[in-house]
Every structure is written in structure tokens, then in C-alpha cells.
């Protein structure tokens, strides 16, 4: 089933509880596949849904780091609650574990040895890891395991 059948469904599921944050949520979620659709002019795959809501959850992520850099914890909560609903639609996130045993992979494949090398290891990882992970986790991960890399040569 779609995200978006999904996200109907729980619409209507939402509206008859009277679940105001999940209703929001979701007309939000709704919206920007929506507009993404109208945007690239035919219907989304399963994938460019996917990519959507996980936009829609870094927007979310980078405003409740905001709020918390300037003390506004009641609307990180709130954002973070937010978050937690649109995570419940992408796929499930991975380990760190497994995001280095990826990046692992992408460097022996790529020869890269050093962080300036970030880039092309960068270039196989996200794909892989698309909506689920986090692109600054794993670029951080990724950035320091070069760094131990190039420190071992």
C-alpha cells in the first residue's frame, strides 16, 4: 500500500478520534505529496513518496534543533511529535551499525582514503540509505571514517 493510501486512511482514522496533531500531520504529509506530484507533472513512485516524507521529517528535525538552540523546548516538543508521526511512514530506519558497514563497503569500493574523498563515498551511500537514515548522521560517520582511514596510512 502506498504512503498515501495510508495517509488517508489514517486521516479518516484521525478526524473520527479527534486527533488534532495526527490530523495536521498528516494534511501536511498529503500536501507536500501532493505538490511533489503537481511538481514532476505524473504520479509518484513508491520511492519519490519515500523521499517526500523524508524531507518532510528533516524540515522537522532541523526546526526542533533550532528551537532548542534558542530555549523554545514547548515547540521542539511539539515538533518532535510531529516527527514521530511522519517517521511512522518511511521505512525502517537503520542501525549505525549497518550505516558504517555501508560506508565501509562504499570506501573499499570507491579506494577512497581520505575525507576530502567524502564525496564520491557519499555518492554510493545515500542512494542505499535513502529515507532511511539520516544525511548528516551518515555523512558524519562517513567524514570520520576517513579520518581514521587517512590516519592509518
Known sequence: MSITVRLREDLKAAMK?????????IRLALAGLKNAEL?????????????????????????????????????ADAERAEMDIIMGYLPRQVSEDEIRRIISE??????????????????IVMPKLKGRADGKLVNSIAREMLETTGDAL
Open 106 to 123: 562504499a570506501i573499499a569500493e570507491t579506494g577512497a582514503a581520505e575525507p576530502r574523498d567524502i564525496g564520491k563515498v557519499m555518492g
Open 39 to 75: 511538481e514532476k507533472g505524473s504520479s509518484l513512485s513508491d520511492t519519490e513518496e519515500i523521499e517526500v516524507m523524508a524531507r518532510q521529517a528533516k524540515m522537522r528535525r532541523d526546526s526542533i534543533e533550532e528551537y532548542e538552540k534558542v530555549g523554545r523546548f514547548d515547540a
Open 17 to 25: 478520534s479527534k486527533d488534532k496533531v495526527r490530523k495536521s500531520v
